[in-house]
């Protein structure tokens, strides 16, 4: 019987020690981060008065990003100290954003249309846009 359990003792001690881990590391998602700053004069009033935009150039969104990836946008009004994500409502004027082909507009509008005239950056404000990529 002791010569049974340390037979089946060695064959499990060499099945174990013939185990080897595999470690597989998974690609990332790849990330890029821009940064502008968009000064007062970058706004444009629309013909109709209602929307102040600053087009933004970021030549790494193609078609294929605007298909199958993400955007992310976030404001500082504080020289990137702090940022806020975008929609979001300041001093009763919206702020969003639109992506698209080599670019994101951010816009301005009133949020509640009692005045309609949204109010203009006084100073210059810090625009984060993050890419966000998909490895799948």
């Known amino acids: 019987m002791k010569k049974l359990t340390i037979l089946m003792l060695c ?38 008065g209602k929307t102040y935009s600053a087009n933004l150039s970021v030549p790494e969104i193609d078609q294929f990003h605007i298909d199958n990836e993400g955007t992310l946008v976030y404001i500082s009004y504080n020289s990137g100290a702090s940022y806020i994500a975008l929609p979001f409502v300041y001093n009763v004027d919206a702020y969003s954003y639109e992506v698209y082909k080599g670019g994101v507009s951010i816009d301005v509008q009133s949020s509640d249309y009692q005045a309609t005239t949204p109010i203009k950056p006084t100073s210059t404000v810090r625009i984060k846009i993050v890419l966000v990529g998909n490895d799948l």
């Open 11 to 48: 064959i499990a001690t060499l099945g174990l020690a013939s185990c080897k881990k595999d470690t597989i590391v998974q690609p990332s998602n790849a990330i890029l981060t821009v940064v502008k700053d968009v000064a007062p004069s970058a706004w444009i009033l629309s013909n109709d």
